[in-house]
């Protein structure tokens, strides 16, 4: 497989773009992300075929736009600092785009600038917000994403394919889950349907988590920027 990664187009509360290379590489060429947020797995291997499924539809119409958008259709996003100020008739998608780079690491797209990017601006990032450069990176990547799909439903209307790696990132059980704009509660069933599922599966969880026997991963960066997060991993390579 030759999969060179993306940068990731936002910044997702409980995001694993940084901690994805710890996890195990896909061994096959379809990737399935149940809980996809901002596809942080994924965005690492974007050659592959990726099917992204969640219940959230802010996310959803987010990635309907990403997948489906042109550099042109990117660049035509102005730049702002409030997404009230984004003109009529831009699409929904383009609109939760700018508001989740907005206020990096949120689990909602926001409406205004965080002020975290504004002091990250004010200490150069050209990165930190709807930014020319952060438009500018997004419009150069769309078209490696045009055969991913994306799908609006829970995680077990995800596609089962004995070819396929899972990546499954559900919400954190315990109180790091309740952040999230789409609550999670039943646990038992996740892990009978993780147990069940074709293929290789990389199920993701924060140290704490019982739900499956997980075992410890390591210590990455978290929101805000000086904590850490430990994560857990239950991996099977294939079905038994």
């Known amino acids: 497989?030759?999969?060179?990664?993306?940068?990731?187009?936002w910044y997702y509360?409980?995001?694993?773009?940084?901690?994805?290379p710890k996890?195990?590489?896909?061994?096959?060429?379809?990737?399935?992300?149940?809980?996809?947020?901002?596809?942080?797995?994924?965005?690492?291997?974007?050659?592959?075929?990726?099917?992204?499924v969640d219940?959230?539809?802010?996310?959803?119409?987010?990635?309907?736009?990403?997948?489906?958008?042109?550099?042109?259709d990117i660049m035509a996003i102005p730049i702002v600092e409030h997404v009230d100020d984004l003109p009529d008739g831009l699409p929904d998608g383009a609109r939760f785009l700018?508001?989740?780079?907005?206020?990096?690491?949120?689990?909602?797209?926001r409406k205004t600038l965080s002020a975290g990017?504004?002091?990250?601006?004010?200490?150069?990032?050209?990165?930190?917000?709807?930014?020319?450069?952060?438009?500018?990176?997004?419009?150069?990547?769309?078209?490696?994403?045009?055969?991913?799909?994306?799908?609006e439903g829970d995680y077990t209307?995800?596609?089962?394919?004995?070819?396929?790696?899972?990546f499954v990132d559900p919400p954190y059980q315990g109180r790091a889950g309740s952040y999230y704009a789409r609550k999670f509660s039943d646990y038992p069933?996740?892990?009978?349907?993780?147990?069940?599922?074709?293929?290789?599966?990389?199920?993701c969880e924060q140290e704490g988590a019982t739900w499956l026997p997980f075992s410890p991963l390591g210590l990455f960066k978290a929101q805000p920027a000086r904590q850490v997060s430990s994560e857990v991993i239950w991996y099977r390579a294939e079905q038994p």
Not at 118 to 146: D, K, P
Request: hydrophobic share 40%.
């Open 117 to 151: 990017n504004v002091r990250n601006q004010s200490l150069g990032s050209r990165l930190a917000g709807w930014t020319a450069e952060r438009r500018e990176r997004t419009a150069s990547q769309v078209s490696a994403i045009s055969h991913w799909k994306v799908i």
């Open 189 to 203: 069933a996740l892990a009978e349907w993780c147990r069940g599922l074709p293929g290789q599966v990389i199920v």
């Open 23 to 52: 996890y195990p590489a896909p061994r096959h060429t379809h990737i399935v992300e149940p809980f996809a947020g901002a596809a942080g797995y994924s965005m690492r291997y974007p050659g592959c075929d990726v099917t992204l």
């Open 55 to 72: 219940s959230y539809p802010a996310i959803v119409e987010t990635w309907r736009f990403l997948i489906g958008a042109r550099r042109s």
């Open 98 to 109: 700018v508001g989740w780079n907005l206020n990096s690491a949120a689990a909602i797209p």
């Open 1 to 9: 497989m030759t999969l060179h990664r993306l940068r990731p187009f």
């Open 157 to 166: 209307i995800a596609p089962r394919d004995d070819r396929a790696t899972y």
């Open 13 to 20: 509360y409980g995001g694993k773009f940084r901690a994805a």
